[in-house]
């Protein structure tokens, strides 16, 4: 005997079923797809700066002295100023309008270079002399911002107090740890320590803010908290961060030298403040 056959009202109801599916998989609800179409938006705690490295040509090395003359190097204490100067190094806040040498060394008026000239790649321009990047830091993010080049070996200077000393360090590289917040004002509390990250890589736990610990590849850290800098910045600010010519043995030289062709330059280190999150109370308006 040969099997039943569904009956009209069994076909379309399996008819009616497979509509119904297929209307649902290609035409999903309002709502879900408002939802899918919302663009990303950053945390209302992310703070947005914008970070240079640029390296001072040796033409150029007076003006960066003289440049200093109009940044504010009394944001920062006595205190902290004298044990910054030290150790080499040297930090200060910029407003607008930028000073011309500032501006020059970090190219910010610069245009792109004319199609039709030929440039020669030697030494010198290999490497770029400014690079900038953007970074989007949240109130319990830590941010590693590499201010040089992993040296095989290195012998700094150290002072602490007025007692000066040597220490040598391998496989050493120059690290500022930065935090951020947003403070009132439509301002941003910034924070910068050094540190001096050495040795060979190796798994090690380290806390997070959750109270875990967490095992990660990392060398040990010379923390210099005493050198911690911190202040606020109105959006177009610029924290500025450099050392002194005579600086090279010091923290301040490891950091902001940079060996180009085979010469010494110094560096400079500028975040600049380019967004905070909107007011909650010009929000409500």
């Known amino acids: 005997m040969s099997p039943p056959r569904p009956s009209r009202t069994a076909w379309q109801g399996l008819w009616l079923l497979a509509a119904a599916g297929c209307q649902a998989f290609i035409q999903p609800p309002d709502a879900a797809l408002e939802s899918l179409l919302k663009p990303v938006t950053t945390s209302p705690e992310s703070v947005t700066l914008e970070l240079f490295h640029a390296r001072i040509p040796l033409d150029k090395d007076h003006d960066a002295d003289a440049f200093w003359q109009q940044v504010d190097e009394q944001r920062f204490s006595v205190e902290l100023r004298r044990e910054l100067v030290a150790n080499g190094l040297r930090a200060g806040v910029v407003g607008a309008p930028l000073p011309s040498q500032l501006s020059d060394l970090l190219a910010l008026e610069s245009e792109a270079p004319d199609a039709s000239t030929t440039r020669v790649i030697d030494g010198q321009t290999a490497v770029p002399r400014v690079t900038k990047r953007v970074l989007h830091v949240n109130r319990r993010d830590e941010k590693q911002i590499q201010a040089s080049e992993l040296r095989d070996e290195a012998t700094v200077l150290l002072s602490d107090g007025g007692a000066v000393g040597g220490k040598t360090f391998r496989e050493v590289q120059g690290v500022y740890v930065l935090r951020a917040e947003t403070a009132a004002g439509q301002r941003s509390r910034v924070r910068l320590t050094p540190e001096l990250q050495h040795g060979e890589i190796k798994m090690r736990y380290a806390g997070s803010d959750q109270g875990i610990l967490l095992k990660t590849p990392s060398r ?45 330059e110094r560096k400079l280190i500028v975040l600049r403040l380019v967004q905070v999150p909107p007011s909650e109370i010009l929000a409500a308006k």
């Open 220 to 264: 040990e850290r010379e923390v210099f908290d005493r050198l911690a800098l911190e202040t606020e910045l109105a959006p177009g600010e610029l924290l500025v961060l450099g050392c002194f010519p005579e600086a090279k043995t010091s923290l301040g030289g490891l950091f902001h030298t940079a060996s180009a062709a085979g010469q010494d």
